[in-house]
T-cell receptor, first 110, second 114 residues
Framework: KQEVTQIPAALSVPEGENLVLNCSFTDSAIYNLQWFRQDPGKGLTSLLLIQSSQREQTSGRLNASLDKSSGRSTLYIAASQPGDSATYLC?????????FGAGTRLTVKP | NAGVMQNPRHLVRRRGQEARLRCSPMKGHSHVYWYRQLPEEGLKFMVYLQKENIIDESGMPKERFSAEFPKEGPSILRIQQVVRGDSAAYFCASLRFEGVETQYFGPGTRLLVL
C-alpha cells in the first residue's frame, strides 16, 4: 500500500529565504508525481507535474525533483514571498490511483 | 482549474440528515474523482467514476456513502445519515488525457455536521 509522507508538517521562514519541502513515498512504482498548493478554504492548484521518466520540473521560482529509486521528491522555492504562504501537497500517481501526503503548511513572514 | 465546478461550496447538516455534493467536470471530461480532506489530514481518494460507471470505489466507506456520474448532469456524492465525523472538505477532480493524465480540481465543498 502506498504511503506518502511530507516533512516538515509546518515551516515558517522570513521573506527572501530559499526553502525545500520534502515528500517521500513507499512504493517506487509510480507513474507521475504532482505538487499542489492549497490556500485556506480554497481548492487545489497544480504547481508542477513530474513524469516518472523525468527527474525534475521547473516553473518560475519553483523546482521539483523526483528520485524514484529512493522514493523521494523535493519542492524547492527560491526567494520566498509572503504570497507563497499556503499548504503544499504532493501526490503520487499510479494508474488511476492518486495518493496525497498530509501537506506542509508554509508561512513566509514579511 | 476554474472549469471544475462544485456546489454547494459550504453545506451544513444536522446529524442524521443527507448531504448531496455536486461536481460538474470540465467540458469534455468524462472521468471524475472524489477526494475527502479531513481536518489536519491530507487528501484521501474516495471514488473514481466514468459516466454511468464506477471504476474504483475502494476509498469509499462501505456504508452511507454513494456516488454516481450519470450520462447527463453532474456527478453526485451522497452521504446518508451524516455523522459529525463526516465533517470535511470534499474535492472532485476531472481527468484530462493530454499526453499525461492530469487531474483538474474543483474548489471543494465544505461539509459541517452539527
Amino acid at each position: 500500500k502506498q504511503e506518502v509522507t511530507q516533512i516538515p508538517a509546518a515551516l515558517s521562514v522570513p521573506e527572501g529565504e530559499n526553502l525545500v519541502l520534502n515528500c517521500s513515498f513507499t512504493d517506487s512504482a509510480i507513474y507521475n508525481l504532482q505538487w499542489f498548493r492549497q490556500d485556506p478554504g480554497k481548492g487545489l492548484t497544480s504547481l508542477l507535474l513530474i513524469q516518472s521518466s523525468q527527474r525534475e520540473q521547473t516553473s518560475g521560482r519553483l523546482n521539483a525533483s523526483l528520485d524514484k529509486s529512493s522514493g523521494r521528491s523535493t519542492l524547492y522555492i527560491a526567494a520566498s514571498q509572503p504570497g507563497d504562504s499556503a499548504t503544499y501537497l504532493c501526490a503520487v500517481i499510479r494508474n488511476n490511483d492518486m495518493r496525497f501526503g498530509a501537506g506542509t503548511r508554509l508561512t513566509v513572514k514579511p | 482549474n476554474a472549469g471544475v465546478m462544485q456546489n454547494p461550496r459550504h453545506l451544513v447538516r444536522r446529524r442524521g440528515q443527507e448531504a448531496r455534493l455536486r461536481c460538474s467536470p470540465m467540458k469534455g471530461h468524462s472521468h471524475v474523482y472524489w477526494y475527502r480532506q479531513l481536518p489536519e489530514e491530507g487528501l484521501k481518494f474516495m471514488v473514481y467514476l466514468q459516466k454511468e460507471n464506477i471504476i474504483d470505489e475502494s476509498g469509499m466507506p462501505k456504508e452511507r456513502f454513494s456516488a454516481e456520474f450519470p450520462k447527463e448532469g453532474p456527478s453526485i456524492l451522497r452521504i446518508q445519515q451524516v455523522v459529525r465525523g463526516d465533517s470535511a472538505a470534499y474535492f472532485c477532480a476531472s481527468l484530462r488525457f493530454e499526453g499525461v493524465e492530469t487531474q483538474y480540481f474543483g474548489p471543494g465543498t465544505r461539509l459541517l455536521v452539527l
